[in-house]
């Protein structure tokens, strides 16, 4: 029994090359000048407006004032942020599928990580405000265990939790990478070795004895403070000036990210990834080694990845293993696939529309969510592969053809 | 119905009531007066007459203390008659009045009146007598006392466990009486056991000796504990007896484990068999990442529900058992229908494109969850029919569940099954050649349209039998295929895509590996996280998979 | 519903509309007298908790429902008896621990609702108890935990160990109860059953159990294949007079019943987790006489208890429920329908829905109940309640076989393992060490 080896581009199926690939049009200046324009404006309305908008027009507190009107409460801020540091992963994500033809279902597990760095150093913060009033963290107490583990023992420090908040995500990648790339695993096999890494690694986390708070994850945080040339800074996370601040952080990382996203898709490099993608034999026959190329793509988005997380978390106030599971995982694809894969505009937009919705979802609709995303998840697929970026090339090019059509006849 | 609280102890006697009663065997008036002794209200009391009942050897008044425990055991005081016990279960209607059909406490028989019709009480005139726990322990002692001498071996042999967990010397004696008369070997055995752990207790050191000898030799389990602490006390030579046959016990135990974890490996190895057949053929035969088909299986399980449902209430209650034949082919046509419209109206156009595939169906798999949950609700209920509860017991200790002999079976059927529609029909012989080379099977006249719909029907099929066979050991509930969806990828990945040799030979060796890694680290997560680690580790070795797909196709 | 998207004129539109919105929210927040008292009801109605927690959202509406029917919230204030019907804004969490801390976040902060009523898990409950303490909410938390919490922004009407653990094993402990002398504890592996089974051990050896009669072993969740396990506890319990203590969550139950009854074990069994909700969409024919502890169950034979019942039934099918020919009630039920009706008296003692104010009033509370009288504790948030030990029947009732003499009274540190440590928010701030004097 012979199977039709499984690729992306097969004879019975047409020709659809699965991104609006925008590098052409840049070449028109113009068109360059205003993208450029209109990225500088939407980082501003991000990073600056916005959050101004939270300053001014605050309600008097005690008082029954509901602010300006246009006010950006707290609590839509907050979302906000996290929204962006979902846009954050879906960067790296589009980087590995939308260019490079990776289908990886466990960013949500290095999201995790550099989330559990994160929340590991806020656990050791809140230390003796927490409920036990002990050193260690209130999970450990309720588990019997007396002494903080030796790998708890970093997470003490402020910037070495930085720095493993990029490293271990991307070490783990980049093992993982190393192993499955170098035997040439690809395409569907990989995504189901990345859903089978998903799931055993959220097994593990589920388990107590792995001292990192079993299936109620981490909670409780209650401040950081990062240490400035030996001046040590406490920032509350209650304050709302403080969410404020992780919120400007989460969109500062984001346009710098986008940056360097655009800067290597735009690179050589950029090219050799996609032509992984268009395939990934040719490329080898030319002579480059494509595993190379794809592990570092998979450890840059994982290294995004973990950033994401690590600035998740302290907007959300939690991190649990149920974030890593191979649903989470799946839903972060169909952000990518809902902007435009291969468009890193379409990954962010992606990521907003999708979370926004879900949370509006989930409010209005309550119990009849599933159906609208699930819905969503067939109709992207379906009818708008290239997205939303790519909708109005999408109806152009069908435009064209009708009329073309009606030409000829 | 109030419960008896002013009864002295001995102050009521039987009289015969105006109603005459149909004769009975005239029950001894020392048996009667017992049976009155236990309306009252004194724990201690109630046991003696239950331990004096016990005694009498009468057979009639098992019926009597059954109802006793069950608290269905009542003082009748009728209109115009004197008090007596009546056993009261049933329930008739009188006039509109709901009222209790009586039988006589003595045997068990419904009362009649004197021209045969059944006598019945409304619940004014019945007074219930109740009972605590240690009460019915010490009823229940006694029933199995009874119950070594009844008809059935499988009661005699529960009956004898049951005494030697609870008995006590008394019991010994009934015990040596009905091993002698024992027809049934396993009872025997039972008895036999049950006979020396109660003798373990005797206070001569002969005894004592013979009995941990005689345990030794029949491997008991239940000793240990027993001798352990009879070890604390022993006297040398009894330690010197009691010290090997531990060991030796223990030794015996290890083996019962190990092959027990055999015979676990192969039910699990099953298990993920059946999940994986249906998923190989689509997956491996066809190239389409099907993410829904744990949702097929849910679609089986349910349409096992619906089935269950019918015939709870369209058909006699002895053919209820029957509903799980009838519920195997419904569930392959429910899954297998839903999964042609699947296939018609989604996948059909995402041939080609696995990774979207992928996508559309996770979808397809939320909105068939939560569909699910609001037309049942979260948990349904499914019922074991009857031959298939309980298990076979092959060697002492180990007991082999019938649901899962059951399912071994099945599996082996359907493999067979799918062998012989693959290699040997003509339906079989046109999915091959359109799986291989679409273009010429085209060419050749073969409608490749409807055979793809048709092969994916057939796996989803398989799905929904899977999902009706794994109601016997789950739930039924709308995220029932999310708990399986990872295990089946894994495996038909790991057994080499498109080749279900290897998808059974992966599902067996992953089900072994599983249970001896779950032996060895003694958690049931460390199992299955090992398992998955080794599963990532060996696709870089073979990424192709145990049994990969001969040929010379190059992915481009 | 706010689009952040990039593009200058799709910016402008997102502008305006965020603008409408916020004066949309602003021109709600101007109430009236008389005007509808808002609640949150924080529950799962999706993924894998809303099997239990739907139960908990159809109470709470219905409590709701009954209030309104006799005029809603009522107090004089200057002579003027008002009335304020109860609005209910309902949220989906959707069993997202994130998502629970958001919504959390919505209902104190853009709904400014009064109450919360809420929370299944306790990660549900920790993901949300941040969110509570910060802006001075109040939760009403219906389900049974593990203790070891003393929040003032919730108040518990579940059970504490000590009114649920405890008195169970004393039970089995009892001659009454069997005598039982070896434990196996076996739970699911998160912190509920963790840190039930740690106070349980500490009872345990306190009443000189040895160690080598207590065996604890843990599965994961959604964990199907308990056949090893069975065959340890056969094994184990060789010689008798041994009871499974069991905390296994959710779907797992099933199988490990099944498996339970098929490997032919005879050790007696008492559940934690396992009520009438769960029987009823089990086999039960697996679970017949297994022991389950709770402060509350359908059968308990009060009127009070026999109208609310029917009157759940009732509302069941007339507001077309999933599986309405077969709801039943249980004690998260029960403690969530009494929780409404603590708040609502409280408030019309109080004279306001003020959250400090609502709180001193709660404090020594009495309603009552379906099951009888309860009471809120004094001091410590949480509820006194009757211990009740039910034996499984065939119809997936219990019947009730053991019973404690009165309420209990909770708390939260267990004697066992925390016996220097108390919950007390009016001489202390919560949490405090009992010697420290």
Redesign the interface.
Known sequence: ?????????????PR?LAVASPDHTLRDPYRRVSAGV??I??AL??VVVLPLLNVIGRPLPGT?D??A????????L???G??LSYALLALGLDLIWGYTGI?SLCQALFFCFGGYCMGMYLSLQTGAEG???STLPD?MV???VTELPLFWQPFHSFWFTMALIVIVPSLFAFIFGF??F????????F???T???A??TW??F???SMNLG????L???KKIVPTFFGHATTFRL?EPGVQRGLYVVTALFLVAAYLLCRWITRSRLGRVLTAIRD????VRFSGYNPANFKLFVFTLSAALAGVAGALYVPQ???I?P??MS??AS?DM??WI?VGGRGTL?GA??GA??VN??Y??F??HF??????F??????A???LI?RGLIGLPAQLRERLARSSRRGQTE | MRSSRQLSPLAVFLLFVTPAVRAQTAPPPAVVQQIDALATDDGTAQRAAVAALGESGDRNVIPTLEALREESLYVWTPPNGTRRMVIARDKTTVDDHEQYLLQDAYGGARLHQADGSEISAPAEELQEVSVDRRVRTAIQVVLERFKLLDSDPVVRRAAAKNLADKGDIIALEALAKAQAAEPDPAARTVIDEAYNLLKLSAPSDQDKLAAISRLGVLRSADAVPRLEELRKTASPQLQAVILPTLDHIRWWQKVNRLLYAVFSGLSLGSILVLMSLGLAITFGVMGVINMAHGELMMIGAYATFITQNWFLAHVPAQAFGFYFLAAIPLSFVAAGAAGYVLERGVIRFLYGRPLETLLATWGVSLILIQAARFWFGDLTAVAAPSWLSGGIEVIAGVQLPYNRLFIIAFTMLCVAGVYLLLLRSSAGLRIRAVMQNRAMSASMGIATNRVDAFTFALGSGLAGMAGCALTLIGNVEPDLGQNYIVDAFIVVVTGGVGKLVGTVAAALGIGWLNTFLELVTDSAVMGKVLILVFVILFLQRRPSGLFPPTGRAVEY | MKIYQVGAVRRTVATAVIGTVVLCMAARGMADDGAPIKVGILHSLSGTMAISEVSLRDVDLMAIDEINAKGGVCFTKEGKKTCHKIEPVVVDPASNWDLFAEKAKQLLLQDKVAIVFGCWTSVSRKSVLPVFEGNNGLLFYPVQYEGEECSDAVFYTGAAPNQQAIPAVEYLMSEEGGGVKKFYLLGTDYVYPRTTNKILRAMLKAKGVPEENIREEYTPFHHQDYQQIVQKIKEFSAGGKTAVISTINGDSNVPFYKEFANQGLTASDVAFSVAEDELRGMDTSALVGHLATWNYYESVDTPANKAFAAHFKEYAKKHNLPDAEHRVVDDPMEASYFGVYLWKQAVEKAGTTDVDAVRKALYGMEFAAPSGTVKIDERNHHTWRPVLVGEIKKDGQFKIIHRSKGLVKPEPWSEYTSPDKGCDWVDHKGTYEKNAK
């Open positions: 029994m012979e199977p039709q080896a499984p690729s992306d581009v097969s004879p019975q199926a659809v209109g990225l404006i939407a309305v991000l029954e509901v602010g009107w246009y006010w950006i409460s707290d609590v839509e907050n979302l906000l996290r929204y289908l409920v036990y009033e999970f309720w588990n019997r192993l499955t170098r035997s040439r695993v690809r395409g569907v096999y995504a189901v070795l859903q089978a890494l799931y055993s097994l593990l589920n388990r107590n079993g299936t109620n994850g909670t409780n945080f209650s395939n990934e034999n040719r959300t106030g939690i649990t149920g974030k191979v649903a799946i694809v169909i696939a505009v962010v937009l907003l529309i926004a919705g949370s509006y989930t409010t309550a119990a009849y969510w599933p159906y995303l699930g819905l969503l998840f067939v992207v697929v379906m592969p």
